[in-house]
């Protein structure tokens, strides 16, 4: 059985710093694309940032500059560095993973991290 677990969210101020985390653990024989979406109260969820197995990474246009994706294949995880956090970063963060399990290649998603930015 596969799991995709978030862990790192939490309240911060404008202006500082969030790492989140995601791990995929269970029977896992490779993982291609990992990326990280977010949905704010009352929006629909968006894509932040993706990495491929091999590193390629995407951005939607208002996290270019401060979020930065990583990736260490070993441990099947995925990272989100959020700097210069802004209000309208506030939102849930969900991990997605494209991997290939004893069920065939499929979308796994985790359960969510809270990121609240205020003062």
């Known amino acids: 059985q596969v799991q995709v677990v978030e862990s790192g969210g939490g309240l911060v101020q404008p202006g500082g710093s969030l790492r989140l985390s995601c791990a995929a653990s269970?029977?896992?024989?490779?993982?291609?694309?990992m990326g990280w979406f977010r949905q704010a109260p009352g929006k629909q969820r968006e894509l932040v940032a993706t990495i491929s197995n091999g590193g390629t990474t995407t951005y939607v246009d208002s996290v270019k500059g401060r979020f930065a994706i990583s990736r260490d294949n070993a441990k099947n995880t995925v990272y989100l560095q959020m700097n210069s956090l802004k209000f309208e970063d506030t939102a849930v963060y969900y991990c997605?993973?494209?991997?290939?399990?004893?069920?065939?290649?499929?979308?796994?998603w985790g359960q969510g991290t809270q990121v609240t930015v205020s003062s």
């Open positions: 269970g029977s896992i024989f490779s993982i291609n694309t």
């Open positions: 997605n993973a494209d991997l290939v399990s004893y069920s065939g290649r499929k979308w796994y």
